[in-house]
């Protein structure tokens, strides 16, 4: 079942922007994270939704933190790169 609510949501896209931009494949993060490939895919594919203790898990797997996590587009290549010329001016 994927993800429902828009925090369960955004925490897996933003997991899997995150695996991505690493180049770290499924089985590292979740070895990383102490879990197994399965689990780490449903958290990744909205199927399972995690507990706190998770999100900390993964916020660390990556070297970022929980509220990251759970900001909407905070690992967006293209959403960074437009703030960051905005900031600019």
């Not at 897996?12 to 690493?22: E, G, K």
């Not at 939704?49 to 998770?54: H, N, R």
């Amino acid at each position: 079942m994927p993800a429902k609510n828009t925090l369960h949501r955004i925490f897996c896209a933003n997991l899997r922007q995150l695996r991505d931009l690493s180049g770290m494949t499924q089985v590292q993060v979740a070895e990383i994270m102490g879990v197994s490939q399965p689990a780490y895919s449903s958290l990744e594919g909205g199927r399972n939704c995690p507990s706190l203790d998770t999100v900390e898990d993964a916020a660390k797997a990556f070297q970022t933190t929980a509220p990251l996590l759970l900001t909407p587009g905070a690992f967006d290549p293209k959403k960074n790169i437009r703030r960051a010329i905005v900031a600019r001016g």
